[in-house]
């Protein structure tokens, strides 16, 4: 479950025997975190986007936590203790039944966000209205809903992980959308 690899898209879901918390680290500590789960077998979802730093001779491209300070851990009684004792382990955010499943179907259109992106821009024609509730009803995003707002004359549309108080936002052919009633 973490998105190291690349090759199939992370499906987040439920499971009884464990609970997808939200762990906020220590600062840039992210990455850090997701190896100790990967070494001890713990699923966990770090969402991760491009950065490109230019330098005087060389550009440098790194990949970079999306929700700086936060990693998703799907954990049992088991995990929830080594996780705790992890020293870049600043708290854990357990959420109850109803906000797990919020917190899944935000972070399962995140992962649909960033295989879009990963795929390449998608071309936009700003017809809709800033601070509309949309659905994509087509393409590769079909099925997320999220808020339309304008930027640099494209229409983008954000999901909100509602948690942590981060969103995510793409742009989005207008083609694709329609209002949310």
């Known amino acids: 479950m973490n998105n190291q690899s690349k090759c199939q898209p992370v499906v987040i879901k439920n499971d009884v025997d464990r609970v997808w918390t939200v762990v906020k680290t220590k600062s840039r500590c992210e990455k850090r975190i997701s190896e100790l789960c990967n070494k001890r077998d713990i699923p ?8 490109i730093k230019h330098y005087k001779s060389k550009r440098v491209e790194f990949m970079i936590p999306v929700f700086s300070g936060y990693i ?27 906000m797990e499943q919020q917190l899944i179907t935000e972070l399962n259109e995140i992962e649909m966000i960033a295989a879009a992106t990963a795929a390449g821009e998608l071309i936009v024609r700003p017809e809709i209205v800033p601070g509309y509730s ?11 809903s999220g808020i339309v ?5 494209k229409t983008r ?20 959308l329609e209002i949310d009633y």
């Not at 659905?135 to 995003?141: D, E, H, M, R, V």
């Open 157 to 176: 549309v954000s999901v909100n992980v509602e948690m942590i108080g981060f969103s995510v936002s793409i742009d989005v052919d207008v083609r694709e």
């Open 134 to 144: 949309v659905l994509i009803k087509s393409g590769t995003l079909a099925g997320l």
């Open 44 to 51: 966990f979802y770090l969402p991760l986007q491009r950065s």
């Open 149 to 153: 707002s304008r930027r640099n004359n």
């Open 72 to 98: 998703f851990v799907h954990l049992n009684c088991d995990a929830k203790k080594i996780v705790e004792e992890f020293r870049h382990t600043a708290q854990l955010l357990t959420p109850n039944k109803a």
